[in-house]
């Protein structure tokens, strides 16, 4: 009996290119999520955003609307890259993921006050998790012509 449990060896299963970058998408809009519900615990931002700003930023109807759309596309990528073909899927995610890289710099330009240690971590995050998407997508599995 003690033999059989030697031989017995764990089996590593691929898992497929979708269901990769779907899940990446999924872990980002998490972080993208816990890092705005951490920042309701600084002080004086709840105050703040009931007065319809922060950190020197004016909330209006466009800005937020902007701030949807841009936050809906993680969303929308984990059902565009289950259900695309793998070549538009893999455009789509590269750019997706430099988009993301960029909105990424600009925010660092935006509001009065320096960021908390917990936000630059999430950003870190987020921009390890971008750049994993691009090179996933970018090194697509190629299938084996005969």
Excluded at 19 to 47: C, E, R, T
Excluded at 87 to 116: C, E, M, P, Y
Excluded at 125 to 131: D, H, T
Aim: proline share 2%; hydrophobic share 55%; net charge neutral.
């Amino acid at each position: 009996m003690e033999s059989e449990k030697r031989k017995r060896s764990l089996q590593n299963e691929t898992v497929d290119i979708k269901v990769k970058l779907a899940l990446m998408w999924v872990a980002l809009m998490f972080l993208y999520l816990y890092n705005d519900i951490f920042s309701l615990f600084q002080p004086g931002h709840i105050v703040d955003l009931a007065d319809g700003h922060l950190e020197g930023v004016h909330f209006t109807q466009t800005l937020l609307f902007s701030a949807s759309v841009l936050m809906a596309l993680p969303s929308l990528m984990v059902l565009l890259t289950l259900s695309a073909g793998a070549k538009a899927n893999r455009i789509i995610n590269i750019s997706a993921g430099f988009f993301h890289i960029l909105v990424l710099v600009a925010t660092q330009f935006v509001g009065d006050s320096a960021s908390w240690f917990y936000w630059r971590f999430y950003e870190l995050l987020e921009a390890l998790i971008l750049l994993m998407i691009i090179r996933s997508s970018w090194k697509w599995p190629s299938a084996q012509l005969l």
